[in-house]
């Protein structure tokens, strides 16, 4: 049989339908079954594991699952032997200590001899221990917002995107301690004929990544001012320049970094270019 690669997802919840949605992103075919656990691609050698987000790192690195995709709060936590391969720059979130509202914090120190309420005890046990603070550390799976309204902690420790929940649970933010996102986790040492695999499935996850930082403009510009615009767009090599219909102009077309776009496109205009198109990318290798 030829070689497939066993890629483990979480079941549900926002990080599943983002990894779910890049890999069709990355021209992997499939259908799903939610009353199924698995599922095989039909134009690429990879199947897929729906299983808990705690349960991927020990099935990554126990070899159950070849790859798979979680939160990387939890690869921190559960502190499994796996290679962390890829960033996939989705499902960006924080770490952070919460204490109520109507209370003061003065600092980290006045959490000693405290109870905190967390789901995740292990980063949380370091980040205190490294400040010289001793918690009573309260693990709790589910619903961490609610333990100060209910007695069960003085403060909690949970995943931030937002801020609402915390607020609507009366707490405010004070610390935060590990910044994540989704991360590609691989068993350690795979086999040569699966890691040729994975290396085709990053190549596509790169250009989709790539993709998503770079803006693709078309522009009109005056053929005097084409050396004036070459120099404030840089290209992954140099825009591509065509004469247009009319005398003395010419149509300009390159990429610009996402971060870069507003500042670059203010300097283009200034700099006498019209007629300026913006294109998302859909892919982009280099």
Known sequence: ???????????????????????????IAYSRNKAKLKTTAYNFPLELLFLRDDDIPKYVASGVA???IIGENVLAEKEQSVEL?????????????????????????????????TSYPNLLKNFLAKQGVTADIHEISGSVEIAPSIGLADAVCDLVSTGSTLLSNGLKEVEVIFRSEAVMIAQQNLAPEKQAILDDLL???????????????????????????????PGMKSPTITPLADSGWSSLHSVIKEDDFWEVIDNLRKAGAQGILVVPIEKMIL
């Not at 030829?2 to 021209?27: D, N, Y």
């Not at 924080?94 to 109870?115: C, D, F, M, T, W």
């Not at 990544?209 to 009109?220: G, H, I, P, S, T």
């Not at 510009?221 to 404030?232: A, R, W």
């Open 1 to 27: 049989m030829e070689p497939v690669l066993r890629l483990a997802v979480q079941k549900s919840g926002r990080l599943a339908e983002r990894s779910l949605e890049f890999i069709k992103e990355c021209g």
């Open 66 to 68: 070849d790859i798979g």
């Open 85 to 117: 391969v890829e960033r996939m720059g989705f499902s960006k979130c924080r770490l952070s200590v919460a204490v109520p509202q109507n209370g003061e914090y003065p600092g980290i120190q006045s959490l000693e001899g405290k109870k905190i309420a």
């Open 203 to 233: 190549f596509r996850i790169k250009a989709v990544l790539r993709a998503e930082d770079y803006k693709y403009v078309l522009m009109n510009v005056p053929n005097d001012s084409i050396d004036q615009v070459v120099g404030l767009i």
